[in-house]
């Protein structure tokens, strides 16, 4: 059975997160699984792992007055997950895109995440998927 979208990003939400807590690369975890994980799953977690510069070349661009390297690590694993989503699966329309990676970061981080991760996806967006 196939995981719906929201349990595929919850789950390469952990894959990210325990990548970057390990130092090591994303697609290492994947192949540590036991069960492969949905293939949304896995190309979302492949997927920032081969493009994670450019991701965080776009985080550092739009974060003003924070440094990437000081961002909670779940803020840093939901970003480089929604960035992905929202430059390689255009079929995944944008609001949702940006809704559920709110949802993600308000439940697994700090308090302030949800509105941080919002308004840094609310302007990333306009730039990589710009208004047809």
Known sequence: MSATRREARERALGL???AETRSVP???V???QP???DPYTVSLV????EAQDDIDDTIRRFAKDWK???MPALDRAVLRLAIRELTAHPDVPTGAVISEA????AQYSTDESGRFVNGMLSRIATEVRPPA
């Open 16 to 18: 990210l997160y325990e």
């Open 46 to 49: 492949t997927g920032v792992g």
């Open 26 to 28: 994303p697609a290492a």
């Open 68 to 70: 990437l390297e000081r």
């Open 102 to 105: 709110v949802e993600l970061a």
């Open 30 to 32: 994947l192949d540590e």
């Open 35 to 37: 069960l492969p994980p």
